[in-house]
């Protein structure tokens, strides 16, 4: 929970974070019934040794074909026939105007490894089964505010795989260099700089190789923190490499996180709401009947000290008048 001061009064900030129902969102065992319908329903016959998994929308920033691409080139490092025995399994639109067709990427980019789509609505149970069939699940947004099927894939103990941004940076159980976990603040606002690269076992983040500012009309600016595919590649190869065993034991450990100092479940999410109301209320100073204001008032002081959440970096001027001194001699 965070004071914000703003005018001279006292106005509150709390953080409620998204809770994950961890009783629906479960570790299951392969004999379970569901697992067995669900691998039948999506595979038939067919015995796969390495399941990657992507649930979210088919929409640009959520990078669905740079994840297609990063399964090929993760394929194409293997043994035919152990390619042959990988899938990636899209929960999501094939074809969006905000996204793309992505059967023609997959035709194009990825022709000749299995890609398994499904597109409809699916229950909850059968989402836990989703995540229970897959060894990790993938999301490498580019910018995000909080991503639910990370932290959903995070409780049924499945490992993951993700962008160091926004929201998702916050699943991967960060702490500094002693161990601890970190606050952001307004100086501070993300971790996608790389300040600090120590994370929890479950989770091989991948950090940003390009930041850059987006917006549109309800909001007009955001962080946009692009990874590559080609390291999306070896983050699926990471987890490739382990034993199921091992893989199994990250899984847990991110479960046992999300339950405890992780917070990243329904009780806790609960909990923080019922403290944020009670605070807000104890707490609360009435507004006149009526109050003037003016745009001087909020443009340009809508965050203190002139901060935007990163360090401005020094641009070294030195640097750049030996350049142009190297050019002017070869003129």
């Not at 971790?191 to 007009?220: D, E, F, L, M, R």
């Not at 595919?229 to 450990?253: F, V």
Request: a negative charge.
């Amino acid at each position: 929970n965070k004071v914000m001061p703003f005018k001279n009064k006292k106005h509150l900030l709390h953080l409620v974070p998204h809770g994950i129902n961890s009783d629906v969102f479960i570790p299951l065992n392969d004999a379970d019934k569901i697992i067995r319908e669900k691998k039948k329903q999506l595979f038939g016959d067919k015995h796969y040794d390495f399941v990657l998994f992507y649930n979210s929308r088919n929409v640009q920033r959520k990078k669905t074909s740079n994840v297609v691409l990063a399964f090929r080139s993760f394929c194409d490092n293997l043994t035919p026939e152990q390619a042959a025995k990988c899938v990636l399994v899209l929960h999501t639109e094939k074809v969006q105007d905000a996204g793309t067709d992505l059967p023609e990427v997959i035709t194009s980019l990825c022709p000749n490894y299995d890609v398994v789509f499904v597109e409809q609505k699916i229950s909850p149970e059968e989402m836990c089964a989703m995540y229970n069939i897959a060894d990790v699940t993938i999301l490498i947004s580019s910018n995000e505010g909080f991503g639910l099927s990370i932290a959903e894939s995070i409780m049924c103990g499945t490992p993951i795989i993700t962008t160091v941004t926004g929201g998702l940076q916050d699943q991967i159980g960060q702490v500094d260099d002693n161990g601890k976990q970190f606050e952001f603040t307004l100086e501070f606002g993300t971790n996608s700089v790389g300040k600090y690269k120590n994370h929890g076992v479950w989770a091989k983040p991948i950090w940003p190789a390009v930041k850059t500012i987006q917006g549109s009309v309800p909001t007009p600016y955001i962080f946009d923190d692009v990874c590559t595919w080609e390291e999306s590649a070896e983050a699926i190869m990471y987890w490739y490499l382990m034993t199921p065993e091992q893989r199994e034991k990250c899984g847990l450990e991110g479960r046992r996180w999300a339950m405890n100092e992780g917070g990243i479940n329904a009780k806790n999410m609960c909990n923080q709401f019922i403290k944020a109301m009670d605070y807000t209320i104890n707490n609360f100073i009435p507004e006149p009947g009526f109050s003037i204001h003016t745009t001087s008032d909020y443009v340009g002081n809508s965050q203190p000290h002139n901060t935007f959440g990163v360090e401005v970096p020094k641009i070294n001027i030195d640097k750049i008048k030996s350049e142009i001194d190297t050019t002017i001699i070869k003129l």
